[in-house]
């Protein structure tokens, strides 16, 4: 059963371009850095993410989407739990007082759950 997490962020007006390419540097590098306990394999399925193009206007402050697929919920559980470098990546630019990023969303769904 595939997991879909969707992470929205929002980067403070004031980051500078380098600091937020260096923030989606390492949120997409998760996908190799992210290692299976058991395998010793990275285990996400797909990342892809990039800049807010919508013509909408219903953005709320988010300026940046970006989509993790898990192969199974025990894996996005990992990931978001224990993963070390995903835990990293948090500490350093979600939670971290100095971090680029503003605001951040996540939402995760089983396709075809409703």
Do not use: W
């Not at 997991?3 to 007006?13: E, N, R, S, W, Y």
């Not at 990275?42 to 697929?69: C, F, N, R, W």
Request: charged share 20%; net charge negative; with cysteine.
């Amino acid at each position: 059963m595939t997991v879909t997490h969707i992470v929205l962020l929002a980067f403070k007006p004031d980051a500078s371009a380098a600091a937020v390419e260096e923030c989606i540097g390492q949120l997409l590098g998760l996908k190799e850095a992210c290692v299976h306990p058991e395998t010793r394999k990275p285990y996400i399925k797909s990342s892809s993410g990039g800049k807010d193009m919508s013509i909408e206007g219903l953005q709320q402050g988010i300026t940046h989407a970006y989509v993790v697929e898990f192969a199974s919920v025990e894996d996005r559980d990992y990931y978001v739990r224990k993963d070390p470098a995903h835990l990293a990546f948090v500490k350093n630019y979600i939670v971290s007082p100095d971090t680029v990023v503003m605001k951040g969303q996540v939402v995760d769904f089983v396709p075809g759950n409703y």
